[in-house]
């Protein structure tokens, strides 16, 4: 039962071990891809565009509306 919900991450562990343990590491370390120097460093690395989209929503509730 636990095992199943393991089993795509461990999936992704064994098919790209560094981009899996470089993703948990950032993640662990809360750096966000539109922050320098990180940003400089992956377009260096050939990352064109990549879309953030914690950006644009902000901390503040939102409004929304029911008819």
């Given amino acids: 039962m636990f095992l199943d919900e393991l089993q ?3 999936k992704e562990l ?3 071990p560094i981009a899996f343990f470089g993703g948990f590491a ?3 370390l809360r750096l966000k891809l ?4 990180l940003k400089k460093w992956l377009e260096q690395q050939g990352l064109v565009s990549f879309n953030d989209n914690n950006q644009d929503k902000g901390n503040s509730p939102q409004s929304i509306s029911i008819d």
């Avoid at 539109?34 to 120097?37: H, I, K, N, R």
């Fill in 8 to 10: 795509p991450v461990v």
């Fill in 14 to 16: 064994i098919q790209q």
């Fill in 26 to 28: 950032s993640g662990l």
């Fill in 34 to 37: 539109s922050d320098d120097p």
